[in-house]
């Protein structure tokens, strides 16, 4: 395909390359987070169910061992659900 010509007075522009390489790479030598966004909610988010179901289950039977054992239950139990259900 022909490069149609510059008008009278205008500088002339390059041709845009297919496939060029995009402007900013990542730098490979570059510190990677600790977590990812999608590992932090997914951590966080079940923490929150973990935290819900303890304060429930202390509130319904007084019982502050069996109520920590349930929120450790659900927050472990909610991380595999939480990661594909929020898209990993």
């Known amino acids: ?9 205008t500088a002339p ?23 990812t966004a999608h590992a932090a909610i997914v951590l966080l988010v079940a923490t929150v169910v973990g935290a819900i179901a303890g304060v429930l289950t202390y509130r319904s039977t007084g019982n502050m061992a069996g109520a920590v054992l349930a929120g450790l239950g659900a927050t472990g139990l909610s991380v595999p659900v939480l990661h594909n259900l929020i898209g990993g």
């Open 13 to 35: 522009v390059p041709p845009v390359q297919q496939g060029a390489a995009p402007l900013h790479t990542p730098d490979p030598e570059a510190p990677r987070p600790l977590l």
């Open 1 to 9: 395909m022909p490069t149609p010509p510059n008008a009278p007075g």
